[in-house]
């Protein structure tokens, strides 16, 4: 193979160009670690005994967000044990023999019921979720409902395919967890490898791994509704994060060649990631370790294209685990053939001048800059470690509302799994305790403000929790202890605490729903390796929920929010999405405004508490709130105290059109409707309003 002269010099500035574009080393890392931390989230949201697993591109780090990868989750069901040998048989429910045959393609296996009480396939039965064969075996049928999620978008094959922000999708898989290494994958773990990769000590541990088992079959099998694909997902995963720098950006490049320049040719389902993926594991295993240096990465390039275009020629690709499984069949036909050797030769005779047109994270724009003017600086974006940040808060907010959704008053439980859920990093149970904390201690202070004469020492015990969830961000545990005061009607204390939050809510606090992160955060994150908790604790402020079993410390306006769902709605709810609809969940930096409003009301202070209302309206019209029929509302019932009850349902109005279903609006309205013939007097508050834009905006006389 001829090499041009100027490969070494590109492969350098490409290098280069690629740091800028979230693929940097440091910023790798700190991605990978970010979606381990989001995989335990969702293990310790999964208590049912089933596990959860996050693969592909953004677990691996290997894309960059204009890519628009998927996200990849895999729940690994308990009810069902694999078995490849009898021997290892153990009395139970739902037990099958991992079986094949001359029928059955390389890379798939069938599942074969056994008795429960002995060691015996079953044969000759059938049932809702057996099928027979053509051996006359019971084995498991592949599409049955319980191997399918609800409320998908969309289904591709296996997957449940639910879209997110950002137009990236959330691809769920239901699979089986296979604990042993399979069999029909055996030849790869006494491989003979001439340059040691993998090497021996990564082949042990990805061995140790086991397999999971999808349920869909070969696409031109006959019984394909039988049969279950071996995944290797964990192994893939650790090879991934084996790869060295040029490795790595080798890769992602790959990738973006595939979308941009092949892909609109021969079509979305023909080449794939996952080819792309196999053929780095073969260049890699097949070539010394010395090539894979930043000067030859233009050279590793081609080497993968002209395995590519080797494949496509003899229409072969050969799983990298099991490579009798040929992951070409049905995908490669005649016309698309043709089609894809011929782009896989037009970018094998460009000698890489095609990098320049790619652009994904504007590379072949950067590329072009550096190689006409060396000296050249480029803007680092940190936009991947941005959405990887996002995705962890979108996980955190979940797995803490479903924790408390279990009930607090179950709150040393929640607290055990917290701290010892199997796998669980010191961070994540950092983060979550605290946030548990919080509620915890509203909980205990509500129990003890119910009785008669209250509990001072259970009440001290509750002002403790509420104390160590007060540093889980910026205003969330801070906000319920402030309203934890408040209602005991220690109204000083209340009003210092807020005051303490206004003080900390700095230009680089982002909200979650606002998705606004300040590029100095992500530099910090990156170059002075901030734990994911002190970004929590020092930059964001997340929703405050309150459960029903807090009335007695959730401030009065927020009560109507716990009961905006009746016992005739229940069924309808989707689990998903609506579980916390028995909650009151306001945004926070709204929340401070309006405790603030409720200190200075108590106290009698006019001028402070009609400030504390226009930063109300402020927030409402000028940020993107997480929960804004909730914030209408409040600023009603703020209204209302002010004697403006004609302002309030105007506003509990826009409430209603922006939600007219599960809002606690109504509940305001009616109670407006007794209130307007005591309309009169109040502030001399101007509010103006749109009903058909939803802009309010406000002016306060001063006199």
């Not at 001359?102 to 044969?123: A, E, I, M, N, W």
């Not at 916390?580 to 009301?601: G, I, M, T």
């Amino acid at each position: 193979m001829e090499v041009p002269d100027y490969y070494e010099d590109m492969s350098l500035r490409l290098m280069r160009v690629l740091d800028t574009t979230g693929l940097r080393e440091k910023a790798r890392w700190k991605r990978i670690a970010m979606w381990q931390q989001a995989e335990e989230m969702l293990r310790i949201k999964c208590n049912n005994g089933d596990t959860v697993h996050i693969f592909g591109s953004q677990a691996e780090a290997t894309t960059i967000h204009s890519l628009r990868s998927d996200i990849d989750i895999v729940y690994c069901l308990k009810i069902v044990t694999l078995l490849q040998d009898l021997q290892f048989w153990a009395r139970g429910l739902s037990v099958f023999l991992v079986i094949t045959d001359d029928t059955t393609p390389p890379g798939y296996v069938k599942l074969q019921r056994v008795l429960s009480h002995v060691p015996v396939p079953v044969c000759n039965a059938q049932t809702s979720t057996d099928m027979l064969d053509r051996n006359e075996r019971s084995v498991l049928y592949n599409n049955h409902s319980i191997f399918k999620r609800k409320h998908a978008d969309e289904h591709h094959g296996p997957a449940n395919t639910n879209y997110i922000a950002y137009d990236i999708s959330m691809d769920k898989v239901i699979a089986l967890n296979l604990l042993s290494w399979p069999y029909t994958a055996s030849e790869w773990i006494t491989r003979r490898r001439t340059h040691n990769w993998p090497s021996q000590e990564t082949i042990s541990i990805i061995q140790k791994t086991g397999a999971l088992l999808v349920p869909v079959g070969q696409i031109l099998s006959p019984e394909k509704h039988l049969e279950w694909r071996i995944s290797l997902s964990y192994g893939e995963k650790i090879l991934v994060w084996q790869f060295n720098s040029t490795q790595y950006r080798c890769y992602v490049l790959l990738k973006m060649i595939n979308k941009h320049f092949i892909k609109p040719k021969v079509g979305e389902n023909v080449l794939s990631s996952y080819h792309c993926k196999t053929c780095m594991f073969y260049v890699i295993e097949t070539t010394p370790t010395a090539l894979w240096q930043p000067q030859n990465l233009l050279l590793c390039i081609d080497l993968c294209l002209i395995m590519l275009c080797t494949w496509v020629e003899k229409r072969y690709c050969p799983n990298y685990f099991i490579p009798a499984e040929n992951m070409f069949l049905g995908k490669v036909h005649d016309s698309i053939q043709s089609n894809l050797t011929r782009s896989l030769r037009d970018l094998l005779r460009q000698k890489g001048r095609y990098l320049t047109m790619i652009p994904y994270g504007g590379i072949g724009q950067k590329l072009i800059r550096v190689c006409m003017s060396p000296h050249t600086q480029i803007d680092d974006v940190n936009t991947d470690i941005y959405f990887s940040l996002i995705h962890v808060h979108l996980m955190i907010s979940d797995t803490w509302f479903c924790l408390l959704n279990e009930g607090v008053q179950e709150h040393p439980s929640i607290l055990q799994r917290t701290f010892h859920s199997h796998g669980v990093r010191k961070e994540i149970n950092t983060i979550l305790t605290t946030f548990v904390c919080s509620s915890i201690g509203s909980y205990l202070a509500s129990k003890c403000m119910q009785q008669e004469v209250i509990d001072q020492e259970g009440l001290g015990l509750a002002h403790e929790f509420l104390l160590l969830g007060s540093c889980s961000d910026v205003a969330s545990g801070k906000l319920k202890l402030a309203a934890c005061y408040l209602m005991e009607g220690n109204i000083v204390l209340a009003e210092t605490i807020l005051q303490n939050i206004e003080e900390n809510y700095t230009f680089l606090v982002s909200n979650t729903n606002v998705w606004d992160t300040n590029d100095l955060i992500l530099h910090r994150i990156i170059n002075e390796n901030i734990s994911t908790t002190d970004v929590f604790r020092n930059y964001y402020a997340f929703p405050v929920p309150y459960l029903q079993s807090e009335i007695q410390c959730t401030p009065g306006a927020l009560i109507p929010e716990m009961f905006r769902s009746t016992g005739s709605c229940t069924g309808s709810l989707d689990p998903d999405l609506d579980y916390w609809q028995s909650w009151a969940v306001v945004d926070p930096k709204l929340y401070l405004h309006f405790l603030e409003h409720q200190c200075y009301h108590r106290q009698n202070k006019i001028r402070h508490k009609m400030v504390a209302l226009e930063n109300i309206i402020w927030v409402i019209q000028k940020e993107e709130l997480q929960y804004k029929d909730t914030a209408l509302n409040l600023l009603a019932y703020c209204l209302e105290m002010e004697g403006l009850v004609m302002q309030a349902h105007k506003v509990l109005s826009m409430s209603m059109k922006l939600k007219n279903h599960r809002n606690a609006a109504k509940w305001q309205i009616a109670y407006l409707l007794c209130a307007a013939f005591r309309l009169g007097g109040g502030t001399d508050f101007n509010l103006q309003y749109s009903l058909s834009s939803g802009c309010i905006s406000s002016s306060v006389q001063q006199g």
